[in-house]
């Protein structure tokens, strides 16, 4: 059974920072490409970022600078950190697992940056 573990979600003042985990069990980690995703009230899901390898990442143009994603194979674990928050970073965020026409997500996490 896959699961996708997210954690690390919460309330921050804007300026600040949080760090979220993706703990992945069921799939061969080091094979998939690993991504966040985020989904604000009313809108769509969109990217944040994704990472195959340590030099291989790429990041919606919103995030860019203060957002990085990293992967630890040995944990099977992604992480999103976050800084200099904003309030347009309140968002559910979302673990996403792919490899080939394979696909899985997590269940989601709360941000929300409000003074």
């Known amino acids: 059974q896959v699961q996708l573990v997210e954690s690390g979600g919460g309330l921050v003042q804007p300026g600040g920072s949080l760090r979220l985990s993706c703990a992945a069990s069921?799939?061969?980690?080091?094979?998939?490409?690993m991504g966040w995703y985020r989904q604000a009230p009313g809108k769509q899901r969109e990217l944040v970022a994704t990472i195959i390898s340590g030099d291989n990442t790429n990041y919606a143009d919103a995030v860019k600078g203060r957002f990085t994603i990293s992967r630890d194979n040995a944990k099977n674990t992604v992480y999103l950190q976050m800084n200099n928050l904003k309030p347009e970073d309140t968002a559910v965020y979302y673990c996403?697992?792919?490899?080939?026409?394979?696909?899985?997500w997590g269940q989601g996490t709360q941000v929300t940056v409000s003074s």
């Open positions: 996403n697992a792919v490899l080939a026409t394979t696909e899985f």
């Open positions: 069921g799939i061969i980690f080091s094979l998939y490409e």
